[in-house]
């Protein structure tokens, strides 16, 4: 019996969860609100509440779960959380290796980029979400540091840094590939992305 009562536990916290990603990118994260999101789910506000005590927090739970359940990222007592294929992908640092990620994490974009979307607006706009998304990046930023620090490569000064290129490079992509006219497939964008993370990482 209390098996059953923990599974329709998390089967209602999933519930809401995936409400409020789906009305937040319907009507946006400012115009959601609790009631929304628990009739959405089929619930109430009560068991709302329950479950997250703001919707500032769940759209934390967003941002811990469902985005690095996206990405294979697990717990790290050192960076909040860490993607073990990225810092072995960034430690080999072949430019087989390095496409070869970018391709798996560009197959994610539909899943990731929403949340990512929304978490920016949601930062903007609520007093407790500040740098929501950049603390986030901030721990990818991390793994490749600790690729290259793991290869022995670059200067300490330079790897963090170094990162933060990388990584704000992949973002811009992500956000605007499908609305640009680069005048290259997807394929191609990949290939050049992964040839500017192998100049920047080795």
């Known amino acids: 019996m209390a098996n059953l009562?923990?599974?329709q536990k998390r089967m209602t916290r999933r519930l809401l969860l995936d409400s409020g990603l789906e009305l937040f990118k319907a009507k946006g994260y400012a115009a959601t609100?609790?009631?929304d999101i628990a009739?959405?789910?089929?619930?109430?506000?009560?068991?709302?509440?329950?479950?997250?005590p703001s919707r500032s927090e769940l759209m934390k739970a967003l941002m811990d779960e469902q985005l690095n359940e996206a990405l294979q990222r697990v717990r790290s007592p050192e960076h909040g959380s860490t993607a073990l294929d990225l810092v072995a992908t960034v430690a080999e640092g072949t430019s087989e290796?390095?496409?070869?990620?970018l391709r798996r994490t560009?197959?994610?974009?539909?899943?990731?980029?929403?949340?990512i979307r929304i978490?920016?607006?949601?930062?903007?706009?609520?007093?407790?979400?500040?740098?929501?998304?950049?603390r986030w990046l901030e721990e990818a930023i991390s793994d490749i540091e600790d690729g290259l620090?793991?290869?022995?490569r670059l200067e300490p000064h330079q790897r963090h840094f170094r990162g933060v290129l990388a990584m704000s490079q992949l973002d811009y992509v992500a956000q605007h590939w499908r609305h640009s006219d680069w005048k290259l497939t997807r394929e191609q964008m990949l290939d050049e992305l992964g040839a500017s993370w192998?100049?920047?990482l080795n």
């Open 198 to 200: 192998v100049r920047l």
């Open 106 to 115: 560009a197959d994610s974009w539909p899943v990731i980029w929403p949340i």
């Open 39 to 52: 009739t959405a789910a089929g619930t109430t506000r009560v068991t709302f509440y329950a479950y997250f």
């Open 119 to 134: 978490g920016r607006e949601a930062a903007v706009l609520d007093p407790e979400l500040p740098d929501l998304v950049e």
């Open 97 to 101: 290796a390095i496409t070869a990620w």
């Open 149 to 152: 620090t793991a290869a022995g």
């Open 5 to 7: 009562r923990e599974a």
């Open 33 to 35: 609100t609790v009631d």
